[in-house]
């Protein structure tokens, strides 16, 4: 059966088949590349013999500078062409990996982190704006499954064959290569992703609508409300999920890799198959309004449910539900860009997708951090999953209820005389 993305015209299909492989491809790396550090954790810890603190801030870094230049990177994606705005922060991030493999000091290796931030800071702001211009809205959800699947794949992959090629060369060569390597992306990004005409750049998008404006839009805060709820859970499993089975559950390290790495499958299996539904059941006649924000919303209440009720069964039914509740947060997460890049539209798809996911990734710093104070006060788990669950049925009320009509937004026009 076709792809929904076949549904544009026969030379833009292709084109725009390339660009979400390659986007999809991006993401994985992107995930491999800002995970890799806590693959190494043992490793790098006792070589370079740092204490837990300065572990503890080097894994944090990451999002200092990530969540910081974010809304700057989605006004770079609106000013300038996203295809030289992406390929300069893979640039970056590729080459902050790979010489992280060569550092010996704490204070280098906590700037390659900085700067690994600030490169993958691009990312999102520019698959938004690429998708916007060359997939049409009848295939966005699965083209945004295919990236959410990326983003899945990667920690997974990381898991299962990062850490047996670190325990087998150490962790120096897995940065060098794997950041090198990456660099190859750039290849064919540069050979098919189409250069912006500049006949077909208009002064709202050269200087975007106003900031207050993006600002006043209700769906602007429905929107981060449901990033922030679908990462804080997101941002659980990545962060606390291994040391809840292994620790409050008593499986075996080995028994918990399989487990978690098990899990960001069924995260990725569940963002194709409900992108793909999505984009159906969209064809078929079913409103983008209805489509979109019933299953980003089912989505991202039914995880926090399902990890509730993980915390309550036994070890076999926990099990299930932990990998239904991945499903799930696929099932939302196939769905979340897609609504942002239709409210959007081409002219402010960058900088509402990077103020966005600046808010959302607030969850990255604030979920690990309460789960941790959680589980200090009361010894377990359970409140800390209870916290989880209302936070992200808050997220799906963002959706049904804050989110207005999806459709695209009537900006005004900012006169080109103002610039940017």
Known sequence: MPSPIDNASSSSSHTGRRIVALLALAALINYIDRGNLSIASSLLKDELKLSASQLGILLSSFFWTYSLFLPVSGWLADRFDAKWVMAFGFFLWSGATAVTGGLHAFGALLAARLILGMGESVAYPCYARTLVRHVPEVGRGFANALIAAGVGCGPALGTFFGGTLMARYGWRPFFIVLG????AWLIPWFAWMPLKKAATVSPVEKGGAWFLELLKQRSVWGTCGGLFGANYVLYFEITWLPYYLERERHFAVGTMVKIVGLGYLCYSAGAAMFGWISDRWIAAGGTPTLVRKSIAGVGAGSAGLLLLGCALAGPTISVILLLLAFVTGG????????????????????????????????????????????????????MAFVIMAIVALLAALSYFFVIGPVKEIAWHERPASEGA
């Open 331 to 382: 099932m939302c997460g196939s769905n979340i860009w897609a609504i942002t890049q239709t409210l959007a539209g081409p002219r402010m798809a960058g900088r509402w997708t990077g103020f966005q996911n600046f808010l959302g990734n607030l969850a990255g710093i604030i979920a690990p951090a309460v789960t941790g104070f959680v589980v200090d006060f009361s010894g377990r788990f359970f």
């Open 180 to 183: 090198l390597v990456s660099m």
